[in-house]
């Protein structure tokens, strides 16, 4: 089961929490973050205290584990990124004013004032992306609603830092403006997953039968998902 810590700090650590015959808590940090093994009787609430307890602990963890795993983006010339999973050069070119990016075969084109503002690049290029990420997922999602007989709810995109997508009872879909950096099948079923959610608020097997109905293989996509993860997530 996927839970998520809360801290006094407000920061949030999602977890797997697998319950074994055992009379000891053990963690450890793998490349899908903190899982966490607990004996079948202990109380949800006492093991949120314990684990907040070690939150010093954890959270140092976890930041070694991604800085050793993924190098932060370098927003310089040359430097990859991925649109719908192809690579993308960024090519970053000094004039005498700055423009919006411009895609170009393979390349993302910035034209700038300054070309060691990094921080300006990289904003302009996460603008670019988030709304090629806004008219890609309000293509697809339509498609999905009209699969499982739905009209298509409302598409918001999101910055969550640990979530792809949700989906709520007004009928709002969020997708995270990354996935766009991800091959269309990824997509595709983040989209399905959170569409199935319209008619199961929950992860029940009668939820998985939805999504089986829209993304059969969602065992396949689930899983490179996972894998490519930390990628996706080096931007913003
Ligand atoms: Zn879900």
Known sequence: MQYVL???DGEQIPYRLERRARHTIGMKITVDGLIVHAPLRIRHADLEALLRSKARW???????RQAAVVPEFEWRDGAELHLLGQPLTLRIAPSSRNSSPKLEGNALKIATTNIHDHTM???KVIQWLQKEARLDFARRLPIFAARLGEPTPALLLSNAKTRWGSCNSRREV??????IQAPPALINYVIAHE???LREMNHSARFWAVVAKLYPDYPAAEQALKACSQQLYRLG
């Open 6 to 8: 809360a801290l006094p």
């Open 174 to 179: 969020r997708l995270n403006w990354r996935l």
């Open 58 to 64: 954890i959270t140092s963890k976890l930041k070694a």
């Open 195 to 197: 569409l199935a959610h």
């Open 121 to 123: 690049i990289a904003r």
